[in-house]
C-alpha cells in the first residue's frame, strides 16, 4: 500500500493531539467534582453561586502541569471540550433595557427642567412599582407641568414628520411606547447576535414578556465578567482626536498638583489646604534636585518617571511628550476628583479625559493611561461615529498580535479618507464605550475604509470586539438585574441515561460486527474508536461545545463509519466470491468501495456546511460535530482501517491471517434476487397515503411545540432538599396540556419550571390558573405541601419565589435561518450528485426522497400523538431530522452509486432489471448499516428515559424511513424518469428527419 507511511505519521499525530487537549478535560472535570463537594451542605443541596465562588478562586492559579508547564484554571477552561446548556446548564443572566435613553434621545436630550425632573423622579419610582416606565414618566410630568403639553418638548427637528404642535400627548406616549418597544427587539436580536458569536454552543435567549427584559442563559460560562462586558456593552464606537499634553501642560500641572495634595491629605488624614501650604514651604533646592533627577531618568531612557514618591503613579512623563499614567487602584479616587469644580476649573475646556481599556503591567504595578481627547464644537459630536462600520473581524496585526480589522460603508469610508488626509502626524483615539482601545499616530491617508484596531489583546478580547462590532450598537444601554447558574436542560438523570444507552447501544453494535465479520469486525470497530476519538479531541481543540443535537450528530458519524467498512468488507467479500486472492481482493475492495465512500461523505459533509454558515442554535451546532465527524470517519474508516488489513493480511502469509466472515454470515444476502421495483406503485401509494393522514391529524390535532418554540411561563420553585428534574418534568408533562421545562437555578434544590399551559392567554385568570396548576402537579408528584412562605421552608414543602412570562428560545429568524439553509442544502445536493452521476433524475429523485423522509417523520409523530404516544417538537427533534436528513441522503447515494457502476458496465437496457440489481448488490450493506445504526437507536428508545424519548423516537423512524425510501422512493423515481426520457429517445429516433 502506497503513502503507509504518511497515514501512519498522520494518525500519530492526530491522536497525539487529541490526548493533549482532551487531557485538559479530565482535569476540568476533577475540578469541578471538587467544586461540587465543596458548595454541598450536609443534606445534598449544592449551591451553585458557592461552587462558582470556588473555581473563580483557583481561576488563574496553576492547576495542572504537564511536561513541565503549568496550566492555571483559566487556561484548562479555555481548552476544555465544553457541553451545552442541555448537558450541563451553564450562567443565567437577566438584562433589561433601559428606556430612559429612548426617552431622553426622543426629545432631543431636551434641557427642559420640568422634563428632565419627571425624567429623574421616574427612574425612582420604577425602582419600587412594576409600572411601566412611560406611564411613571408621564404622572410625573403632568403633576410637575400642569397643563403644558409634551408636544412642546418632543416636537423636534429630528421628530418631524411624526410629532407637531398639534400631537397630543397619547398620540406622542403611543409613539415613545412604540420606540421603546422597537428598542427591546432590536436588544434581543443583537444580544442573540452576540451571543452566538461567543463561542458558546445552543444558548438561549428569551424575552420576558410584558417587560423590557431579557432572558439569557449560557452554556459552561467560566468567566462572568466577560459575560457582563459583552452583554451590556452598548457599542458606541467614536473616532477622536487626541488633544497631546504637551498642549496643555500649564494646565495638567495645576490639576496634578491637586491630585498630589488630595492623595497626601488622605494619608496624613489633614484638609487639601494645609498639604498646600505645607509645598508652598519646601525647599527650592530640594525641588530642583528633583527636577534634575527627573531630567536624568529621561536621559537615560526611562519611560515612567513618578512627580510624587509618596503616592502612586500620577503624572509621568515620556521622551515625546508628557503622558497621564495611573495605577489602576487609583482610578476610582481619580475620577471623584476630576468630577470636582477646582479641578474642572484649572482643566482645558476644550479637553475631555478617558481611560485606556485595559492596564499595563510595570514594575509589579497595573498601570492604566488617561487620554486627552480634544472636543468638536458639539462636544457630543465624535469626528467618525461606529455606525459607518460594516463588518469587523479578529485578525493579526504587523507584529502577528491579534487585532480587529474593520471595514466601512461608502459614507464611512469617504469621511474616514478625509479625517486621516487632514490628521498625518496627530493621534486618533479609537473609543468604545468611553473607553479608548488604542491611539495611534496616523501616517497617511487611508483611503479605502479598511482599518484595524490594534492595542494588547489577548484573542478573546480581540473576538469579542470584533464581535460587538459586527453585532451593532445596542439602542438602549442594558443592565443586569439578576443572575443565577443554572442545571441542564435535560437534567442530570437524563443525561446519564442516555450516555449510559448510547454506550450500551456501542458494546452491542461492537459484538454484532465481531460476530459478523470475524476478524474484520475488529478492524471495523477500531476505525470507530478512532473516529469518537478524533471528534471529541477536535472539538476540544476548536473550543466548540457538545451539546445533544452534537451528539445526534455523532450518531450519524457512527452509522456512516460503519457504513464505510461495511461497504468495504462486502466488495472485498465479493471479490473473494469470484476468485480473487486475499491482497488481490482487499485492494479492489477498497478501491471500488470508494466511489460510494466519497460521494456519500461529500453530500452529507456539503449539507453540514450550508448549515453552519446558515444555521442558527442548534442547527449550528448539529453542524459543526456532522463535518468534524465526516472528516474524521472518512479518514480512520478508508485510510487508517486500510492499514490495519493490510498488515493483518500479511502478517500470516495466507487467508487465514484475516477474514471478512464468520461461517454463519460467509454468504448470507449474497445471492438475493429480488424484485423491488415492481411494488414501487405500492410504495408510492402507501408514503403518499401515511405523509396526508399524518399531516391531517397534525392539523386537526395539532402537534405538541415545546417551551422552546412557544415560551411560556416560566416559576422558580424551592424546596428544602435536591429534586431529581427528570422525575419531575415526566410527572407534569402528565398534568399539563402544554410542554414543561425543569431545570436547577442557583442550586440543586432550587428549581426553574417553565410551562406552556395556556401560552396564548394573557389575562389574570389564566394566570392564577397556570400557577395553581403548577403548585398542584408538584404537590402531586412530590408528596409536598405548598406554602408562601420560603424563609422557613419545612422537610415537608415547597414555595414559588418568582415568575415571569417569557418568549420563545428558537425565535422567528432561527426559524427563517434553518429553512433557509435547509433549502440551500437541497440545492447543493441536487448540483453535486449532477455532477457526479451526469443525470438529473437521479438529483431529483434523492432531493425528493429527503423531502419524503421529512414528512414521514413530522407524520409519524402526528400519528403517534393521535394513539396516545406524545413527543414533543423542540430544539432536539430539529437535530434529530437533521440526522434523519444526513443518514437518507447516505443510503440513497450508496445505492445510486452501485447503480452508475452498472450503467457504465451494461448500459441502459433492460433498466429495471439494472436497477433491481443494484439494490440487490448492496442490500448486504444497507440491511447492516441499518441494523447497526439501530441498535444504538432502539436502546436509546427503550432505555434512554422519557426526556429523551421523542429524540430517540425520530431517528428510529427516521432510520427505517431512510432506508425505505432509498429502495422503495428515491431508486424507482429515477428508474421511471429514466424510462420516460429512453423511450421519447426511442420515439425520437423513429421520427424521419
Given at each position: ?44 443541596n ?12 483557583i ?5 495542572y ?11 484548562i477552561?479555555?481548552t ?19 428606556p ?6 426622543l ?21 419600587t412599582?412594576?409600572?411601566k ?15 403644558k403639553?409634551l ?6 427637528a ?10 397630543s ?14 428598542a427591546i427587539?432590536?436588544s434581543f ?24 427584559r ?16 459583552l ?6 464606537l ?9 498642549d ?10 491637586l ?16 498639604v498646600?501650604a505645607?509645598?508652598?514651604e ?6 530642583e ?8 531618568q529621561l ?5 515612567t ?17 508628557y ?7 487609583d ?30 503591567k ?6 492604566l ?17 461606529g ?15 491579534p ?11 469617504r ?7 487632514e490628521?498625518?502626524?496627530k ?23 479598511r ?18 462590532l ?28 442516555g ?47 457538545l ?24 466488495r472485498?467479500?465479493e ?18 468501495a ?35 465527524g ?7 474508516a ?13 502478517k500470516g ?28 406503485k405500492v410504495?408510492?401509494?402507501?408514503s ?5 393522514i ?6 386537526i ?12 411561563r ?14 419531575l418534568?415526566?410527572?407534569l ?15 440543586n ?21 397556570v ?9 402531586t ?18 414555595s414559588?419565589t418568582?415568575?415571569?412570562k ?20 437541497l ?13 438529473w ?17 413530522i ?9 396516545g ?31 452508475r457502476?452498472?450503467?457504465e ?6 433498466l429495471?432489471k ?24 432502539i436502546?436509546l428508545?427503550v432505555?434512554g428515559?422519557?426526556v ?30 429514466m424510462?420516460?426520457?429512453i ?6 429516433a423513429?421520427?424521419?428527419?
Amino acid at each position: 500500500m502506497r503513502n503507509q507511511g504518511v497515514i501512519v505519521f498522520l494518525t500519530v499525530i492526530v491522536t497525539a493531539l487529541c490526548l493533549y487537549y482532551l487531557s485538559f478535560t479530565f482535569v476540568s472535570s476533577n475540578i469541578q467534582q471538587k467544586a461540587v463537594e465543596y458548595a454541598t451542605d450536609e443534606v445534598g443541596n449544592v449551591d451553585f453561586g458557592k461552587k462558582q465562588s470556588y473555581l473563580d478562586s483557583i481561576y488563574r492559579e496553576p492547576v495542572y502541569k504537564f511536561l513541565g508547564a503549568d496550566f492555571t484554571y483559566k487556561e484548562i477552561k479555555e481548552t476544555e471540550l465544553g457541553l451545552g446548556l442541555d448537558l450541563q446548564g451553564g450562567m443565567h443572566v437577566t438584562l433589561e433595557v433601559s428606556p430612559v435613553e429612548i426617552v431622553k434621545g426622543l426629545s432631543g436630550n431636551s434641557k427642559d427642567p420640568m422634563f428632565n425632573t419627571a425624567v429623574e423622579e421616574a427612574i425612582e419610582s420604577a425602582k419600587t412599582t412594576n409600572e411601566k416606565f412611560v406611564d411613571v414618566f408621564y404622572r410625573s410630568w403632568q403633576s410637575k407641568a400642569g397643563n403644558k403639553k409634551l408636544n412642546t418638548v418632543f416636537a423636534t427637528a429630528a421628530n418631524r414628520g411624526r410629532i407637531s404642535l398639534e400631537t397630543s400627548d397619547s398620540d406622542i406616549l403611543g409613539i415613545i411606547d412604540a420606540e421603546i418597544e422597537n428598542a427591546i427587539e432590536r436588544s434581543f436580536n443583537i444580544l442573540r447576535t452576540r451571543v452566538d458569536r461567543f463561542g458558546t454552543s445552543q444558548p438561549n435567549i428569551q424575552r420576558i414578556q410584558g417587560s423590557g427584559r431579557i432572558q439569557i442563559e449560557l452554556p459552561g460560562v467560566d468567566n462572568q465578567e466577560r459575560v457582563r462586558n459583552l452583554l451590556q456593552g452598548v457599542a458606541k464606537l467614536q473616532f477622536w482626536e487626541v488633544a497631546e499634553i504637551n498642549d496643555y501642560v500649564a494646565e495638567l500641572e495645576a490639576a496634578n498638583a491637586l491630585l498630589v495634595a488630595e492623595a497626601k491629605a488622605q494619608k496624613a488624614g489633614t484638609s487639601v489646604e494645609e498639604v498646600v501650604a505645607s509645598e508652598e514651604e519646601d525647599d527650592e533646592t530640594q525641588e530642583e534636585e528633583e527636577i534634575s533627577s527627573l531630567e536624568q531618568q529621561l536621559a537615560d531612557g526611562d519611560s515612567t518617571t513618578d512627580f510624587s514618591s509618596e503616592i502612586s503613579p500620577i503624572f509621568a512623563l515620556t521622551k515625546a511628550n508628557y503622558g497621564l499614567v495611573y495605577e489602576i487602584r487609583d482610578t476610582v479616587t481619580i475620577n471623584r476628583i476630576f468630577a470636582r469644580e477646582d479641578v474642572k476649573s484649572v482643566l482645558p475646556r476644550d479637553v475631555k479625559f478617558l481611560w485606556s481599556v485595559k492596564p499595563q503591567k510595570a514594575d509589579g504595578m497595573e498601570l492604566l493611561e488617561l487620554y486627552g481627547i480634544k472636543l468638536t464644537r458639539n462636544s457630543e459630536q465624535a469626528l467618525l461615529e461606529g455606525d459607518v462600520i460594516t463588518d469587523a473581524a479578529q485578525e493579526l496585526d504587523q507584529t502577528s498580535r491579534p487585532a480587529v480589522g474593520m471595514h466601512m460603508n461608502a459614507e464611512g469610508a469617504r469621511k474616514w479618507r478625509k479625517l486621516t488626509a487632514e490628521s498625518i502626524g496627530k493621534r486618533i483615539a479609537v473609543v468604545l464605550d468611553d473607553y479608548v482601545y488604542t491611539a495611534p499616530t496616523i501616517q497617511g491617508e487611508i483611503p479605502n475604509g479598511r482599518s484595524q484596531i490594534t492595542g494588547n489583546f489577548t484573542l478573546e478580547e480581540a473576538k469579542d470586539l470584533a464581535n460587538i462590532l459586527k453585532s451593532g450598537s445596542l439602542p438602549a444601554p442594558t443592565k443586569i438585574v439578576e443572575e443565577a447558574f443554572v442545571g441542564p436542560t435535560l437534567g442530570k438523570e437524563a443525561s446519564n441515561q442516555g450516555v449510559i444507552s448510547m454506550v450500551a447501544g456501542l458494546v452491542l453494535v461492537v459484538l454484532f460486527m465481531i460476530a459478523y465479520y470475524a476478524k474484520g469486525g475488529f478492524v471495523a470497530i477500531a476505525a470507530l474508536v478512532f473516529n469518537i476519538f478524533f471528534i471529541l479531541g477536535i472539538l476540544a481543540q476548536l473550543g466548540a461545545a457538545l451539546t445533544l443535537p452534537g451528539i445526534a450528530g455523532i450518531v450519524l458519524t457512527i452509522g456512516m463509519s460503519i457504513d464505510a467498512n461495511v461497504l468495504i468488507f462486502e466488495r472485498i467479500k465479493e471479490e473473494l466470491r469470484n476468485g480473487s486472492g486475499l491482497l488481490v481482493a482487499i485492494n479492489e475492495g477498497y478501491n471500488k468501495a470508494f466511489s460510494a465512500i466519497l460521494d456519500s461523505n461529500v453530500t452529507t459533509f456539503l449539507t453540514g456546511a450550508i448549515l453552519y454558515a446558515l444555521g442558527q442554535g442548534p442547527v449550528k451546532g448539529f453542524a459543526i460535530v456532522l463535518m468534524i465527524g465526516i472528516a474524521s470517519s472518512f479518514f480512520s474508516a478508508v485510510f487508517i482501517t486500510r492499514v490495519i488489513v493490510y498488515w493483518m493480511s500479511k502478517k500470516g502469509g495466507d487467508k487465514s491471517s484475516i477474514s471478512f466472515a464468520t461461517p454463519f454470515a460467509k454468504n448470507v444476502l449474497s445471492e438475493l434476487n429480488i424484485d423491488f421495483l415492481s411494488k414501487r406503485k405500492v410504495a408510492y401509494l402507501f408514503s403518499t397515503g401515511f405523509i396526508i393522514i399524518g399531516l391531517a391529524v397534525a392539523l386537526i390535532s395539532g402537534l405538541k411545540f415545546g417551551v422552546d418554540f412557544t415560551g411560556g411561563r416560566s416559576y422558580i420553585v424551592e424546596f428544602s432538599q435536591p429534586i431529581a428534574t427528570s422525575d419531575l418534568k415526566v410527572g407534569l408533562d402528565g398534568e399539563f396540556d402544554g410542554s414543561v421545562e425543569v431545570k436547577t437555578f442557583g442550586g440543586n434544590n432550587i428549581l426553574k419550571v417553565t410551562t406552556s399551559y395556556l401560552i396564548n392567554e394573557d389575562d389574570d385568570a389564566s394566570n392564577a390558573e397556570v400557577e395553581q396548576k403548577v403548585r398542584e402537579g408538584i404537590a402531586t408528584i412530590t408528596g409536598l405541601a405548598y406554602t408562601k412562605d420560603a424563609t422557613n421552608l419545612q422537610d415537608n414543602q415547597f414555595s414559588i419565589t418568582g415568575s415571569s412570562k417569557v418568549g420563545a428560545t428558537v425565535a422567528d429568524d432561527i426559524k427563517a435561518s434553518s429553512a433557509e439553509a435547509m433549502f440551500f442544502a437541497l440545492i447543493a445536493i441536487f448540483l453535486y450528485i449532477l455532477l457526479r452521476f451526469r443525470k438529473w433524475q437521479f438529483s431529483l429523485g434523492s432531493i425528493i426522497a429527503l423531502i419524503h423522509d421529512v414528512f414521514f417523520v413530522i407524520a409519524a409523530f402526528a400519528i403517534a400523538s393521535a394513539l396516545g404516544a406524545t413527543f414533543e417538537i423542540d430544539q432536539v427533534f430539529i437535530a434529530a431530522m437533521l440526522t434523519v436528513v444526513g443518514y437518507s441522503i447516505n443510503d440513497t447515494v450508496i445505492v445510486f452509486d452501485r447503480i452508475r457502476e452498472n450503467i457504465e458496465s451494461r448500459g441502459t437496457s433492460k433498466l429495471v432489471k439494472m436497477f433491481n440489481d443494484a439494490i440487490n448488490q448492496t442490500m448486504a450493506r444497507t440491511l447492516i448499516t441499518s441494523f447497526t445504526t439501530l441498535i444504538v437507536v432502539i436502546v436509546l428508545l427503550v432505555f434512554g428515559g422519557e426526556v429523551l424519548r421523542g429524540f430517540s423516537f425520530a431517528l428510529f423512524i427516521g432510520v427505517l424511513v431512510g432506508t425505505y425510501s432509498s429502495i422503495y422512493i428515491a431508486t424507482p423515481i429515477v428508474v421511471d424518469l429514466m424510462k420516460r426520457e429512453i423511450e421519447n429517445e426511442v420515439e425520437s429516433a423513429k421520427k424521419p428527419a
